[in-house]
């Protein structure tokens, strides 16, 4: 049985919420790079980047980060992006769901290799599981469930549906 707890209006306003946090943040910065998770990741990403577009002159680049979510590797994590030069750019690092924190904290290390300026984190779901220590700097929905549920993020013609199961 699945618990719908988010659906796409309620999604649509905390993008743009997050957009206007995201922008606050970044203000003085001239470029940003947004960095989405493959997967949901990206559909997420895609539509917060429509966001900041609509509401600032920041010059904003996208990449993808590609891993095995299930057991990830250091070597094995790529962008999609390579000639992208991210030395003292500002990143945010977005994904759909943050559950126990390994794919987050995998997927920041191409940026911290690279001697990022600043690394920040945005997640759709905050599940509060977590089994390291990483922490989403802007959150859409702060959910508390048992180990046994599992957070479900639907995309369907552009529209996000957010389930509990």
């Given amino acids: ?3 719908q707890i988010l659906d796409n209006e309620q999604v649509k306003k905390i993008i743009k919420r997050m957009a206007f946090q995201v922008y606050e943040t970044f203000i003085d910065e001239k470029e940003l790079v947004i960095s989405a998770i493959d997967g949901n990741g990206v ?3 895609k539509l917060l980047i ?3 577009e609509g509401i600032s002159k920041l010059k904003l680049h996208f990449l993808i980060v590609s891993l095995n ?3 990830p590797k ?3 994590i790529s962008l999609s992006d390579t000639k992208l030069d991210l030395k003292n750019k500002s990143v945010l690092l977005v994904d759909d769901v943050l559950n126990t924190g390994r ?3 995998y997927s920041s290390l191409p940026f911290l290799k690279a001697k990022v300026k600043r690394l920040k984190t945005a997640v759709l779901v905050d599940r509060n599981h977590k089994e390291f220590p990483v922490a989403a700097d802007f959150i859409g929905l702060s959910l508390s ?3 046994k549920e599992h957070v479900s993020v639907e995309i369907e013609n552009k529209k996000i549906n957010v389930y509990l199961k």
């Fill in 69 to 71: 979510k299930k057991m």
């Fill in 1 to 3: 049985m699945k618990t």
């Fill in 103 to 105: 794919t987050l904290l």
């Fill in 74 to 76: 250091e070597d094995q």
């Fill in 145 to 147: 469930t048992t180990l």
């Fill in 43 to 45: 559909q997420y990403a």
């Fill in 50 to 52: 429509k966001e900041i």
